[in-house]
């Protein structure tokens, strides 16, 4: 038991690494606004890119019915999860270069857990409500009330 007892600091430095996933949903969700120009969190609802509601331990380039993916982007054989959101919300064209996406990155490393912490509520159908807004060149029509 004594010997466990010393492991157990170590084991659980070992098993933390970096601590990914540890964002809030509803944070994230104020912050994907300014993806939201170009990205919707519809299923089947398309901007400039690709809607991003089942993103989450999908496959890059595979979101059915959006066709204007990057070459880059179609080779890079990506799984959007923690690790792999993270570094491309850092910086997109670092993970991939010569990626079609223009967007800078993100700085703050809390902010870029809150996104993750959002997409991954979307995909699993608990996310927080927020009004979502529109824009973009392939934006959907407003339709009056």
């Known amino acids: 038991m004594k010997s466990m007892t010393r492991c157990l600091p170590?084991?659980?430095l070992l098993g933390a690494g970096p601590v990914l996933g540890a964002g809030d949903a509803v944070r994230g969700a104020a912050a994907f606004q300014?993806?939201?120009?170009?990205?919707?969190?519809?299923?089947?609802?398309h901007l400039t890119?690709?809607?991003?509601?089942?993103?989450?331990q999908h496959k890059a380039a595979a979101v059915?019915?959006?066709?204007?993916y990057s070459e880059a982007i179609k080779r890079s054989?990506?799984?959007?999860?923690d690790d792999a959101l993270d570094k491309w919300?850092?910086?997109?064209?670092?993970?991939v270069p010569e990626t079609s996406m223009t967007f800078a990155g993100i700085a703050d490393r809390?902010?870029?857990?809150?996104?993750?912490a959002y997409l991954k509520s979307v995909?699993?159908?608990?996310?927080?409500?927020?009004?979502?807004?529109?824009?973009?060149?392939?934006?959907?029509p407003t339709r009056p009330n």
């Open 10 to 12: 170590v084991l659980l």
């Open 34 to 45: 300014a993806c939201a120009s170009c990205h919707f969190v519809k299923v089947g609802t």
């Open 49 to 56: 890119g690709p809607s991003l509601a089942n993103v989450w």
């Open 64 to 68: 059915p019915g959006f066709a204007r």
């Open 77 to 81: 054989n990506i799984l959007w999860n």
């Open 89 to 95: 919300l850092t910086n997109p064209d670092a993970l």
């Open 110 to 116: 809390s902010m870029r857990q809150d996104v993750i």
């Open 123 to 140: 995909a699993e159908g608990k996310a927080p409500a927020v009004p979502q807004r529109r824009g973009g060149m392939m934006a959907e």
